[in-house]
């Protein structure tokens, strides 16, 4: 009976036996199609926080630096009998910032009273007045009151009494949400036994964002994903009524390698050893590691800590890992995933569609192995969100060519999430539509072909859900008015630059800069040569055999449309460029193969093939070699273009470019008089494949030369294999600090007599045009890095007391840097000297050398001549670190000089460097010398020599000291507590870790400010900076960048926060955040 009945089943026709599954696909697809759109709406739980001052019933100052800097509200309300606490000079009744930090009224609120008036100002803005004698002589009833929201700011005196001078403006009203104040904490000269009845300030902070789904929004998501798996499901079932069945996913034999493969996979787990990193690394890994304590994921540098959503799905996979580790090598298993996934989709997919020429050509496979390299490598290494782009693209492009080869709508179904999915890695995901509108045509043909058998809902709804299911993630956790102001304040903030500006980003391509580096240019430049080839040979032969004319022109239909809709990207870096790595791999082997014969039997238009790519090769060469800060370290030719005996390579590739081009001229000219034979003897060169695998074998040799370059010191090659025994602080264990200058500093030596000398004695020894007044005037502490703090020109200024300047008189009033101590660090310079200024100090005792101390240092300002990185040499006054023996008598036998290495270029406050390791045997004293045999017209200030025990900063910072990490530095110190954003609040920081100068100039200072709502603006308003001396362990002359140490403006103890929950529908907003920078 069982056979019989199977036998029946088996005879069914299959447009009867699926014929139920088109009511599922119609019904579950429409449900997840609904569900996904009213997810953004569904109702959440938001985590609220308020503050309140003054708190443990006493008036003090509190820090609460905001994240968003504004609150959505804030209330104050103070009694005017608080003004009699003050001194008749008057003073601060309360503000929002620190008085000394940059910027406090121009940002925050002050209310402030002065002998004659109370004033309240919020953004420098008087917004009341009332003389001080009116506010003296009022009742109990008076009071001092600003209310701030986004819908309008309030100042007013309340209970004035009769016969209140009317010229004294008591209240005003703006409404304008852009004069809320920043808050960073609540600040007053109001004496601790001021009374605190009547005293109410409170603030709402700005958590929006810290949101978790309602119990109705979590089952709609469920049930919204569920109905969509089960609608794809049906809509395969509905696929198989055409009586094929089951068609096969892989091509057989997919899981056989090849050298190809080997050669890739090889390449791939090398450069996750020893890849640099992106500009960007610290960025995600800062953004994914913060999710844990923010609660959602925070633009941490930028936008005010709106959330990244609804673009950077991808960044949760680093927060997945961070629960382990934040070791870089584990950080870049994600792309080395992606990687090989999308080599696995290239070789097996996108190339064998591309036509049986191209499938079975050796060298069409090696060409699109190295178009795809070429471009990866640079651009595509590191936690930036293109890997996933890419990877997902080519799905979507092989998902729609399988649909058209097929004529089913399942593969459609799954290209359209998987089109979603790189939109939501990154606004660059928009490449991925190319794919699906390239093949629009077809795929609609193919539905309305089906729609009598099938009907159309079963095979939209099913569509319509997977492409709509991307929001289930995007609005897990936020709502869409969230959402929107969080894109309006990001376009506020920037950068964004309008589709007409698309030219901007090949601007970069070509400049001497990371940006235009040669392992960029090479990679995106043969991408286009292999286009511009692959469209004129199709445009003439119209269907070349063994080219499978449809993919390669949707192909290239993909490729144009990429670039264009790159241009509608808001930013135009190019390390977008690397989308193209996929696309480019298809088109590099259409090309290797179209060039090769017999599909070009012509010898001159291979010869001028060879000539564009050597002519492409020789501009990318034009560049220097270089990656993001650290991952430049020892590589060569990373400040010059590539050379080899002393000749640009890029001059000889252009040569030899011109050469082959003159040598096609000549076979054109040829043809005339002696055609060109018909068939091609023997075989002909892969130019495509060599150029291309060259070009890979010189990317990843640059790297491993860079890497034997800086044995001994940090290289990402050296920092990863540690990791991968077990020490995974990386950069943190080579960055030597000075824990205590002024411990450091050597003792002057007894003089032969017996007596001992003074350290001002010592230093002034023997002088001509040095005097401890000689500091020129263009010197201050603020020099010491310039790099840092740009927009305050009091910062970095050590032995400060409440932000004022303790100057020394010793000094002429100039603060000394670093930390030195004025009390015990004499300090002397040739400002104002006539003729020559030498000086040769007296010897100091140098004391045991051991690993702790690497270095003599010596803190100086102002030209010297010096040796910096590799071995450049700097000019400036001459200057020696002098070695000698002193015996047992006292005498001192002078045993050799030593040359400073000098990590900074310009004249400031540094610290110049003298190797241990290079001091003559026997050193035991030393001393400095300044000999100019001719007068020098820039002075230079000096002060002893220090020989100061070391520590790693991991062994000083550790794990548990609070530091703020510049992004471009957070991937490099994956061990250093990051300042957390916690319930809308920073943490507060000890210190800060930032980038080279140029880069903090350029880069940290800008990006992170206060103008654009980073971090900086928060830490800058609270603290000072003062800079710690510190080294790259082994490459004494590099500048690797700067610790410094926070000390608070002003000083406060942390606020106390009152947490609660509320639920908000999806369409809650509390009003437009402040995101305009006046």
Known sequence: ???????????????????????????????????????????????????????????????????????IRLDVSLPCSVVDELPAAGGTLLRTLP???????????????????????????????????????????????????????????????????????????????????????????????????????????????????????????????????????????????DGRGHIRFMPQGWLRPRPVDFTVIGVLGIWWLIGPNTSDDGYQITMATQTKFSGYMINYFRSFGVPENPVGWNDYLFTAISHVTTAAPAMRVPGLIFGLLTWLVISREMIPRLGRAVRNNPAALWAGAGGFLLIWLPLNNGLRPEPAVVFFSLLTWVSVERAIATGRMLPVAIAVPCAALCVGAAPGGLIAVAALLAASRQIITRIVKRRGRDGLLPLIAPILASGMAYLFYAFFTPTAAALREAITVKGVTGPTLDWYEEGVRYYYLMLETEDGSAVRRIGVLTAFLCLLTVLTFMLRRKRPAGISSGPVWRLMAVFFATVVLLAFTPTKWTHHLGLFAGYAAGIAAVAATLTMAPMMRSKRNR????????????????????????GTYGIPWNTMPPQ??????????????VLTALYGLWLHYRRDYAPEPTKTRGRTLPTLAILTMLMVLFDVGTMAKGAYAQRGSFSWTASNVRALQGDTCSMADYVLMETDPNAGQLKPAPRPDGSVPSATQALAGKSTGFSPTGIPGWLS????????????????????????????????GVPLPFGLNPATTPVLGSSGATGLANLTTDWYTLGAIDESTPLVTLSVAGPVAATGINGVARDGRTLFLEAGHRSENGAVQPLGRLAPLDAWTNNNWRNLRFPTADLPRGTNTVRVVIDDKVPAADAIVVTPPRMTPMKTLQEFLGRDTVVALDFMVAFAFPCQHQVRAVNGLFERPEYRISPDYMATVLTSNTWQGWKTGGPLGVTDALYHEQIVPTYLKGKWAMDWGTLTKFTPWTAAEPAQLELGTATRSGWYTPGPMRSAPY
């Not at 050597?614 to 650290?630: D, E, K, M, N, Q």
């Not at 080899?644 to 470019?657: D, H, K, N, V």
């Open 1 to 71: 009976m069982t056979s019989d009945n199977s036998t029946a089943a088996a005879t069914v026709p299959p447009e009867q036996r699926y014929g139920k599954w088109r009511i599922v696909a119609a019904v579950a697809g429409l449900l997840g199609f609904v569900l996904a759109i009213l997810t953004p709406f569904l109702p959440v739980k938001e985590t609220t926080t308020a503050l309140h001052w003054p708190q443990n019933g006493k008036v003090s100052n509190v820090e609460a630096p905001l994240v968003s800097y504004t609150p």
């Open 99 to 241: 008085e000394d930090g940059p910027r406090p009224g121009l940002q925050g609120l002050v209310i402030r009273a002065d002998a004659k008036n109370v004033i309240i100002a919020d953004r420098d803005v008087a917004l009341a007045t009332a003389s001080r004698a009116d506010v003296a002589r009022a009742g109990a009833g008076c009071a001092i009151r600003f209310v701030s929201t986004p819908e309008a700011t309030t100042a007013e005196f309340t209970g004035m009494p009769q016969g209140a001078q009317t010229s004294n403006q008591l209240s005003n009203t703006v409404a304008d949400p852009n004069l809320r104040p920043q808050i960073a904490g609540f600040y007053t000269d109001l004496p601790a036994s001021t009374p605190v009845a009547g005293i109410d300030v409170s603030t709402q902070v700005d958590t929006r964002f810290v949101t978790t789904p309602s119990t109705i929004k979590l089952i709609a998501i469920v049930v919204g994903i569920a109905s969509t798996i089960l609608a794809l499901i049906a809509l395969g079932f509905v696929d198989m009524r």
């Open 607 to 630: 010869v001028f093939f060879a000539a564009a790519a050597l002519f492409i090769a020789a501009i990318s060469f034009a560049a220097r070699v270089g990656y993001y800060w650290v």
């Open 644 to 657: 080899l005996f002393g000749l640009e390579i890029s001059w000889m590739l252009f040569f030899a470019s």
């Open 781 to 812: 502490p603020v020099k010491s890095n310039p790099g840092h703090n740009t927009d305050v020109t009091n910062s970095d200024v050590p032995e400060t007391v409440g932000g004022k300047r303790n100057p020394d008189p010793k000094t002429d």
